[in-house]
């Protein structure tokens, strides 16, 4: 068993470089299965979702080739099945991109139900929905879903609910299919943008990414091409919030500060002060932390990967803040750990009231996912005393080095392995 053990109230301050986007990379390296010749990858996070997909797709037939630590080589012209390997893709959410990219090379795909963190049900409707609208008929059994279709034609899709992974795997699908493919009330977010700018450099023709109406004109062939995927805005957003928690002073390099816009506004009414620069933004803060209300919605509202981030730095701030989740249900499972730190939350539904407290203290918790786990790292950085955090490996699939980078600020943090309850290593 491995977990950080954290000697908290510190305040951090120094430099932190944020790596590549964990969400743009999960959806771009499935979409080199689209691709007519390798493509090399750039900024690409070295954390577990990405390793796992790497590894999915080296299964099915794929080439791969480190260049670098954050750069690698795909050549998927080797692919012999569209069925992606069960036990591998069972682990994480979006395993389901492969639906669309082997849908749209092969017209054919099977993949099991999507895994990855568990805070509500999530549903797949709205992306079979739209897999159907381009000619597709789809089955689900045993826990696997099997997409195939004769061709696919390009078509009116209308997204019920706006949903990013029905609106990523719409766009793989479509990319070569036959015609004009409009996809209504898409999602927005950064990664979705960053997708279609990967596809349009290998000769894909989509416009309005970023907007509610994308739309997509097949193409026949797509070239491999070389691409840097952008930075990850929710890694910039948990070291922001970490800097507000222990009243530090952290430069965050390698970033777009315009995504970053919803988080920074919310923190500056927390307290925080914030300058940004053209790839970086510097966060302090010059007096004390103070309530405020938040509510996460869709791209560019507040981020749901951001809600228990923010929900853990507001467990300091003076009065009563309301947080409202708008995206998923179960969302506040987190809550219980931060409360066993001396956290005043209290949940109704989708609702938490956070009553400020002037400090927390140290205890043993668990990650119940992968942001509950970054909320319980910043807590343990601003509590008195010593934190141990369990089940780290939600932790790692998203956040690359994040000991390392902590204690490059500053922190007192190490991870441990025990086996059998003995203190093997402290790295």
């Known amino acids: 068993m491995e977990k950080y053990v954290i000697n908290g109230g510190k305040k951090l301050s120094g430099e932190v470089a944020i790596s590549g986007a964990k969400n743009a990379a999960v959806a771009i390296i499935p979409a080199t299965i689209l691709a007519d010749s390798p493509c090399v990858i750039e900024n690409v996070p070295n954390i577990s979702d990405v390793s796992m997909i790497i590894r999915i797709l080296y299964e099915m037939g794929a080439s791969i080739r480190p260049i670098n630590k954050s750069t690698i080589e795909i050549d998927t012209r080797r692919i012999h099945t569209p069925i992606v390997p069960y036990e591998m893709a069972k682990h994480m959410r979006a395993s389901y991109y492969l ?63 706006v949903s990013v992974g029905a609106t990523i795997n719409v766009m793989l699908a479509a990319v070569k299919a036959q015609g004009l493919t409009i996809i209504e009330n898409a999602a927005k977010e950064p990664h979705i943008v960053d997708l279609a700018n990967f596809l349009n450099s290998m000769g894909a023709d989509i416009m309005g990414a970023g907007t ?16 840097s995927i952008i930075p990850d805005q929710i890694e910039a957003g948990t070291y922001m919030a970490a800097a507000v928690a222990t009243r530090g002073d952290v430069l965050i390099k390698n970033i777009i500060p315009k995504h970053l816009e919803a988080i920074s506004a919310k923190l500056e009414k927390i307290g925080a002060q914030i300058e940004e620069f053209d790839d970086s933004l510097r966060v302090s803060v010059p007096g004390e932390l103070v309530k405020t209300s938040v509510k996460t919605m869709p791209h560019p509202g507040f981020p749901t990967d951001m809600q228990p981030q923010i929900t853990a730095v507001l467990t300091l701030a003076k009065g009563t803040s309301i ?28 609702v938490a009231v956070v009553e ?13 996912d992968l942001r509950a786990g970054a909320a319980l790292v910043i807590a343990a950085l601003a509590a008195e005393g010593t934190t141990e955090i369990e089940d780290i490996y939600h932790i790692e699939r998203g956040y690359e080095e994040i000991v390392n980078k902590l204690r490059g600020l500053g922190a007192d943090i190490k991870k441990i392995t025990i086996p059998g309850g003995v203190v093997r290593k402290a790295l």
């Open 323 to 350: 947080v409202t989740e708008g995206v998923w249900d179960n969302r506040f499972r987190y809550v219980d750990e931060l409360r066993r730190m001396g956290a005043d939350i209290s949940v109704d539904g989708k």
């Open 212 to 227: 509610d109406v994308i739309k997509i004109r097949g193409v026949e062939h797509l070239n491999g091409i070389s691409y």
């Open 99 to 161: 639906l669309g990219s082997l849908l749209g090379r092969f017209h054919t795909a099977k993949v099991s139900m999507p895994g990855g963190c568990d805070f509500g049900v999530r549903p797949i409707d709205q992306h079979l929905k739209g897999f159907k609208a381009l000619g597709a008929d789809y089955s689900i059994e045993h826990g696997m879903i099997d997409v195939h279709a004769d061709s696919l034609i390009g078509s009116q899709v209308y997204f019920d609910v």
């Open 356 to 368: 400020g407290r002037e400090k927390l203290t140290g205890a043993p918790v668990k990650a119940t």
